[in-house]
């Protein structure tokens, strides 16, 4: 799913971009048609109460449109885990180089971090490695390895903003409500940081520092804890998405940073798109072969 950059503005945006649809995670009790549209277009809303970032004391609400693009290619994909190229993809594991986009956050908005820098939108792409734990009939669960390479992209150019680690399990169970198929999963892990990447959200440069906000330096290492859960229905006319996640920041290296004013988040949503377009061309489910009517 794409979210555009002129209404998201927060770290959580990733987190929405990844939850969305959950349309490669599909119990066996879905897998009923035979090929799927190789192009997928929908549009739609979504909205969403979150903290600023991980730590942070406010909370805002957005409301964002949510347009959605699926693209079922051989390599290439677009859908629930973003835009991203295959590298293999076996039936107990499978590997792929992804991106996903955090956009900027404007510090004027944020008491904490009042009279310093803006935060630059951060590109994240790497390798994530799933190994299918269980799959059955209905449920599903998978050991996720993400590993993502962090880089801050403003008008003044590109800088190093580190890499983070967030390995999880995820529970995924599939099931019919009012003849509709419905997908419920939540997932659960911890999450590491390196220094550089820590810095963006939790250091105090001396320039910054005040009487109420002391200068402060984060290490590399643990970030927290992490659950969310989702629950989606998606139909060929339409896909409705309601999610939820929680940040438990107690023990995090950053855990006394002044820019940390709460060890734990809620944040809480939902998307509804409706598909507005389906190519013609067809792609098998069993072995992806490109099918045109």
Known sequence: MFIPNTVLTSRCNKWLFTLALVGCITPKIWAQETAKPLFEMGIGIGAVNQPFYPGSGQQRNIVFPAPVPIYRGKVFKSDSRGIRAEVVDEPRYRLDISADINFAINSDDIDARE?????????????????????????????????????????????????????????????????????????????????????????????????????????????????????????????????????????????????????????????????????????SRDDEKVVRR
């Open 115 to 283: 009279g310093m820098a803006d935060i630059d939108t951060m590109l994240q792409i790497g390798p994530s490695f799933q190994i299918d734990l269980y799959d059955g009939a209905t449920n599903r669960i998978k050991l996720n390895l993400p590993l993502r390479f962090n880089l801050g992209v403003s008008w003044q150019g590109v800088s190093d903003n580190g890499f983070t680690f967030a390995p999880n399990v995820s529970f995924h169970h599939g099931f019919q409500w009012r003849e509709t198929p419905w997908l419920a999963s939540v997932s659960a892990g911890p999450q590491f940081g390196s220094q550089q990447f820590h810095d963006v959200y939790y250091h105090v440069a001396d320039r910054y520092a005040t009487a109420e906000r002391a200068a402060y330096r984060a290490d590399a290492g643990y970030s927290g804890s992490r659950i969310t859960a989702s629950i989606r229905s998606r139909t060929d006319q339409r896909l409705w998405v309601l999610f939820a996640r929680y940040d438990h920041l107690s023990g995090a290296e950053f855990e006394d940073s002044p820019l940390v004013e709460t060890n734990y988040g809620l944040s809480v949503g939902f998307i509804y798109s409706r598909f507005v377009f389906r190519s013609k061309t067809t792609v």
